[in-house]
């Protein structure tokens, strides 16, 4: 037989049941309020408001330069602004590579550059102005005495500059930094004719076309040039195959025919006036 309860006995359990329903959305309700007051509290105070920037990874110009750029400024809200908006207003300078904004601790904003690094320099009026990564010559940084990359030397087309930074890009570091210039030397069969001179005396006839995968070879052609201990240096030609020949017996050469055509220009007009 089933026990009966009645309805009295229950009504204190059933209060209680109410009580605590009531209590808890009180606490809820209490806790949303403050909450929005503190929001309220924080976003008009002056805790809310930046307080440091950190820029982080720039060489080519100084922070200042960056932070101008990023319209950021300490004392304006934190919440005024969003990180992308940032990074796509630095990424408009064109030798920006790549740019994070983050916002750290609600008083600071720490701001990383990733600039195009210099591959090489061009000669313009007396000065020495990088050459970056993406092909941009840079002018606002200009040097006499430039040390850490190659020279360029009559490279007028951008496109070419380009192509052959792409072939800078792929050779060894080693290998890059035995470079000391480059010259554009095309002829009319040949338009991505160069010639390199490197830091240990040889000079490099090559193709912008094939320039990384030959070169890169360089320090094993050197070795061969030089394992007898008996050897000149001269022109590596790589253009096609690779082969050396010493300044000696190319500048013998180029005497000896400069001296038959002065020959022939000497009897001919001789010739001529008797």
Known sequence: MEKVIDIEDRIPTLREKR???????????????F???????YFQSPYSDVKNIHIKGFNLVNEEEYLKQSNLQVGQSMWSFREKEVEDNIKKLEWVKNVEVHKHWLTSVEINIEEWPKVAYISENNSFYPILENGVVFKELGSSTPIDAPIFLEFEDSELRKRLLKE??????????????INATPTSSDPYAI?????????????????AEKLNYYPSIIAQIE?????EKGIIDIEVG????????????DVLDSTEEDSDITEQEVSENE
């Open 19 to 33: 009580r605590k329903r009531t209590n808890k959305k009180f606490i809820i309700l209490i806790t949303l309020f």
């Open 168 to 181: 800078l890009a792929g050779l060894e570091p080693t290998v890059l930094a035995m470079i000391s210039q």
């Open 195 to 211: 010639t390199l001179f490197m830091n240990d005396g040889y000079e490099v006839r090559a193709e912008i076309t094939s320039l």
């Open 227 to 231: 394992k007898n201990g008996e050897f």
């Open 242 to 253: 690779t082969y050396y020949r010493s300044y000696s017996e190319e500048y013998k050469i």
């Open 35 to 41: 909450l929005t007051l503190f929001l309220l509290l």
